[in-house]
Nanobody, 125 residues
Framework: QVQLVESGGGLVQPGGSMRLSCTAS????????IGWFRQAPGKEREGVGC????????YYVDSVKGRFTISKDNAKNTVYLQMNSLKPEDTAVYYC??????????????????WGQGTQVTVSS
């Protein structure tokens, strides 16, 4: 059974940075595409970005493009979400998710079967 654990959330001031980690157990993360998603209070879960398992290519939604970066450390079986220039509207519970897929990935929830428990990110002064 695929298991994912997110960590690194917390409180950060607007304009600050934070790095989230998604660590996998019971499977080799490099074999799966990893997506990052977030859900703010009263809103639907939305995709943030993803990294493919085929060639390591990444995809970001427009609202985070240029501010967020997804990377992978195969030795640690961990995927990171580096978030810079954070805004109050980035406040949400952030989730990582995994699934096998060929080719490029898209951060669509329906494309990912295995999910972590989420970590809270609060951007506030």
């Amino acid at each position: 059974q695929v298991q994912l654990v997110e960590s690194g959330g917390g409180l950060v001031q607007p304009g600050g940075s934070m790095r989230l980690s998604c660590t996998a157990s019971r499977f080799t993360l490099d074999s799966y595409a990893i997506g990052w998603f977030r859900q703010a209070p009263g809103k639907e879960r939305e995709g943030v970005g993803c990294i493919s398992n085929s060639d390591g290519s990444t995809y970001y939604v427009d609202s985070v493009k240029g501010r967020f970066t997804i990377s992978k450390d195969n030795a640690k079986n961990t995927v990171y979400l580096q978030m810079n220039s954070l805004k109050p509207e980035d406040t949400a519970v952030y989730y990582c998710a995994a699934d096998y897929m060929e080719g490029a990935c898209l951060p669509l929830a329906s494309h990912f079967a295995s999910w972590g428990q989420g970590t809270q990110v609060t951007v506030s002064s």
